[in-house]
């Protein structure tokens, strides 16, 4: 990106946006400024609420919304990033209800979105009959895990098609996406979900595909994880969890923390204390 900036010819602006974790100043010798953004307050979180209301016509929606979040205080800790208020309100929409926990707040959004409950039921039901949705929201958790133990944020569509989805539904020998070809399943969640999306081209030519947002695909690999503890055991899932994160902190941290949030009791303790161990 600073190389790119720096070829072109002078008057044009760019905005390059980053996590505050991800960003050690490495576009400053480009002559990039760095401001961090500041989370919204009280009455931007109310006009953004307003804003979506008015974009869905659904001004019923606004008050129920606004009193949720002033009579919880974690959930309005939750709603101070602009993305997770826009999921509480598409939550809201089709729930009625609002989790108060992020992890719960990120299931309850994947679920919405890849069953389509906000689409007419003979929109859902056609969707389902290719691939239901618990084995939609399987392949995503699998798809997640590959790309995030491979540390990549897009994947060529080739390589999805021919490698990675082939090596998940070796698993899935009994089910109805066995019967799919790889492209039909990447083409039904992607246009059921928007969760994988296409993001353009690599230098050669090959279309990328990606999560449409870090989030969902951290969220995703934290429940693929979750989910395997079941055949291997929380102490080896949670001591390579651990083991990657020590190796790359800036990548794991958002795993490691909603993985440690699918834990109860006992087990999430011992794993926080391992994961920010007492200097």
């Known amino acids: 990106v600073g190389e790119l900036a720096s070829s072109v010819p002078a008057g044009n602006l760019f905005i390059v946006t980053s996590r505050i974790f991800g960003y050690q100043g490495q576009l400053a010798s480009h002559g990039f400024a760095t401001m961090t953004i500041q989370r919204l307050s009280k009455e931007l979180v109310e006009e953004l609420v307003s804003k979506w209301c008015d974009s869905l016509n659904e001004p019923a929606l606004l008050q129920p919304i606004l009193q949720q979040l002033s009579a919880n205080p974690r959930l309005f800790e939750l709603a101070l990033n602009p993305m997770l208020l826009s999921l509480i309100v598409l939550v809201q929409r089709v729930r009625g209800l609002i989790p108060e926990h992020r992890h719960l707040l990120y299931e309850e959004c994947v679920n919405i979105l890849v069953e389509r409950r906000y689409a007419p039921p003979e929109v859902q039901k056609e969707y389902n009959l290719t691939l239901p949705s618990d084995e939609a929201v399987h392949l995503l958790q699998r798809i997640a895990l590959s790309l995030h133990n491979a540390r990549l944020r897009e994947i060529p569509r080739d390589l999805l ?73 929380l102490a080896i899932v949670s001591g390579e969890l651990l ?37």
């Open 161 to 233: 098609d021919g490698k990675v989805i082939p090596e998940i539904l070796e698993s899935m020998t009994h089910s109805r996406a066995s019967r799919l070809s790889p492209r039909e399943i990447v083409q039904n969640i992607e246009e059921r979900s928007q969760l994988l999306v296409e993001r353009g081209f690599d230098d050669r030519g090959r279309a990328l595909m990606a999560f449409s947002h870090l989030t969902f695909q951290e969220y995703l690999t934290s429940r693929a994880l979750k989910d395997t503890t079941v055949s291997r055991g």
């Open 243 to 279: 083991e990657s994160y020590f190796s790359d902190k800036e990548w794991w941290t958002e795993t490691a923390l909603l993985f440690a949030a699918q834990l109860a009791g006992e087990q999430q303790v011992l794993f926080m204390q391992k994961l920010f161990p007492r200097q």
